[in-house]
């Protein structure tokens, strides 16, 4: 499982870079070598924000839409689901696996400024996008300017 805080830094900045950098050292050190477990794989995502909502997009190849659950509760989006392993046939003998399967779980701290009631996801051709659209309260809006 992973958790990330939602941050509006660029990709280029170190915290991000450390982020990634332990995330991948800690995935390749704890995956079992089977491919199964609760390390086995974690989806890669990517975090976007525009003036209207923010979006979460997971690649999940090989995942059926009926084993992907996506929750909200407190703030934290929680994505779960699992990659059932290929099933093996008669007389099939294994000489290279590295397709990863198993149980996946991913959590992304939301801000606050978040319609948490108007949140949708879409899953298309192993592609899972959640939309979260911004409270009204935190939209950008003009300020009138009034003179003397």
Do not use: C
Not at 22 to 47: F, Q
Not at 70 to 78: F, G, I, K, M, S
Not at 126 to 148: D, M
């Amino acid at each position: 499982m992973t958790t990330y805080l939602w941050h509006p830094r660029s990709e280029t900045g170190d915290f991000h870079r450390l982020g990634r950098l332990m995330d991948a050292m800690l995935t390749t050190t704890l995956a079992p070598v089977n491919g199964s477990g609760p390390a086995a794989w974690s989806p890669a995502l990517d975090l976007t924000e525009d003036a209207e909502a923010y979006r979460l997009v997971a690649e999940l190849p090989g995942v059926a839409p009926a084993d992907v659950s996506v929750t909200v509760e407190h703030q934290v989006l929680t994505l779960k689901g699992e990659k059932k392993a290929a099933p093996a046939e008669a007389g099939q003998g294994w000489h290279r696996s590295e397709r990863r399967w198993g149980r996946f779980e991913r959590r992304v701290t939301l801000p606050r400024a978040v319609d948490a009631e108007r949140i949708t996801a879409t899953f298309e051709a192993g592609v899972l996008t959640v939309v979260a659209p911004k409270a009204e309260r935190a939209k950008a809006r003009a300020v009138p300017i009034a003179t003397a």
